[in-house]
């Protein structure tokens, strides 16, 4: 059971575009959604995160819109860079929240990002 | 601070052997989180340590196995390895509780089984 849908698969952006990753989440027990970047040969790299009690967070060109109705959330990139090509992991995890509390993260599969000079 | 480190970087080990991974998390951090990535199932998790203690793990089989040390340091061991375990195994840290839940994974250590 995928908990976490994530499309596209992959994506083609010219440099200075918008773009755009979506996911979809089914357990509305999941309270913490945050995005990783991962680079060939690296580990994935904490982007930007989000509670389900904002409907947006924006860092620099990265934005996350959250739609809790919905059960979906997405990442946008403003102004797409040819260093911004990378795979992008959405996550969604239930925080257990005691004074030593976790979150166990279920990914989604990735989307490959690629943008054009 | 130094990052997350896992060593060694790459393994080649052969059908039917077992196999032990290193991680040493960031300083301070306490929780200690196991990954396996591979193409096909993306990344899924194997289990949590906190204190030496497992918290939580994920649906792999009894072959995959791991421990924490009083220093936080973590390893985990594989058994009887088939060729489905050839993965990028990658190890994350957080802090745990009132000190952020956030993750911060290593660079993983690529295991191929011949």
């Known amino acids: 059971q995928q908990q976490v849908k994530q499309s596209p698969q992959s994506l083609i952006v010219q440099k200075g575009g918008i773009s755009i990753i979506n996911c979809a989440y089914e357990?509305?027990?999941?309270?913490?959604f945050p995005w990783y970047q991962q680079f060939p040969g690296k580990g994935p790299a904490l982007l930007i995160a989000i509670r389900p009690d904002v409907s947006e967070k924006k860092e620099g060109r990265f934005t996350i819109s959250f739609n809790k109705s919905a059960k979906q959330f997405s990442l946008h990139i403003m102004d797409s860079q040819p260093g911004d090509s990378a795979t992008y992991f959405c996550?969604?995890?239930?925080?257990?929240?005691?004074?030593?509390?976790?979150?166990?993260?279920?990914f989604g599969k990735g989307t490959m990002l690629l943008v054009s000079p | 601070k130094a990052g997350v480190t896992q060593t060694p970087r790459y393994l080649i080990k052969t059908r039917g052997q077992q196999v032990t991974l290193s991680c040493s998390p960031i300083?301070?951090?306490?929780?200690v989180s196991w990954y396996q990535q591979t193409p096909g199932q993306g990344l899924q998790f194997l289990f949590e340590y906190f204190s030496e203690t497992q918290r939580n793990k994920g649906n792999f089989p009894g072959r995959f196995s791991g421990r924490q040390f009083s220093n936080s340091r973590s390893e985990m061991n594989v058994s009887t390895l088939e060729l489905g375990d050839s993965a990028l195994y990658l190890c994350a840290s957080s802090q745990s509780g009132t000190g952020g839940y956030e993750q911060y994974f290593g660079p993983g250590t690529r295991l191929t089984v011949t």
């Open positions: 300083s301070g951090h306490r929780s």
């Open positions: 996550a969604a995890s239930i925080r257990v929240r005691t004074n030593s509390g976790y979150s166990t993260l279920t």
């Open positions: 357990n509305t027990a999941f309270d913490y």
